[in-house]
C-alpha cells in the first residue's frame, strides 16, 4: 500500500459540480492500494498519518501531528500510485488492486483516520475527481507498507 501525504491549508474533493469532501488545515492522503495489500497495512499507515507530526510549533519545528492542531484528513483513492514506469512511456498499473479489493480497504484506511479522532472526508472510489490542493509548505510525504 502507498500513501502520499499533503500538508494543506485547504482541499477539496469534487466529482462534477458536486462537493464530496472538503477540509482546512490538515492532509489530503492519495490512497493506492496494491495486490496483496492487507487490514493490517491500512492500520499502521492510517495510525502513521494520524500521528506525522509535519506541522510547526511554537518554535518553527515540524513537531505537531494533526491530532496536535486540530487538523483534518481529505482521502482520496488514487491507483495511479502503483503505475510501473520500469518499461516504456505508459505507465501499467498491473499491480494495482482489483477494485473490489481496493475499495474496503480505502474505506478502512479512511475509518481508521477518524477512529484516531481525525475529522475525515473522501472522494468517491473509482470516479473522476477533482481534487483541489492548496499546499501548506510545501510538504510532501510518500509512505509504503
Known amino acids: 500500500m502507498r500513501v502520499v501525504v499533503q500538508r494543506v491549508r485547504h482541499g477539496r474533493v469534487s466529482v462534477g459540480e458536486q462537493v464530496l469532501g ?3 488545515k490538515g492532509f489530503v492522503i492519495l ?4 495486490e496483496g495489500d492487507v487490514s493490517g497495512q491500512v492500520d499502521w499507515l492510517a495510525a502513521k498519518c494520524a500521528d506525522l507530526r509535519v506541522f510547526e510549533d511554537a518554535e518553527g519545528k515540524m513537531n505537531l ?17 502503483l503505475g510501473d514506469t520500469d518499461k516504456g512511456r505508459r505507465p501499467s498499473f498491473v499491480h494495482a488492486a482489483a477494485p473490489e479489493v481496493a475499495e474496503p ?9 477518524a477512529q484516531a ?10 470516479a473522476h475527481m477533482l481534487v483541489e490542493i492548496e499546499n501548506d509548505g510545501p510538504v510532501t510525504i510518500l509512505m509504503e507498507k
Open 22 to 24: 472538503e477540509i482546512g
Open 31 to 34: 490512497v493506492g492500494v496494491g
Open 65 to 81: 501531528s494533526l491530532k496536535d492542531v486540530g487538523g483534518e484528513a481529505l482521502v482520496v483513492s488514487q491507483f495511479t500510485l
Open 105 to 113: 480497504l480505502v474505506e478502512r484506511f479512511a475509518y481508521q483516520m
Open 117 to 126: 479522532g481525525i475529522p475525515t472526508r473522501v472522494g468517491r472510489f473509482g
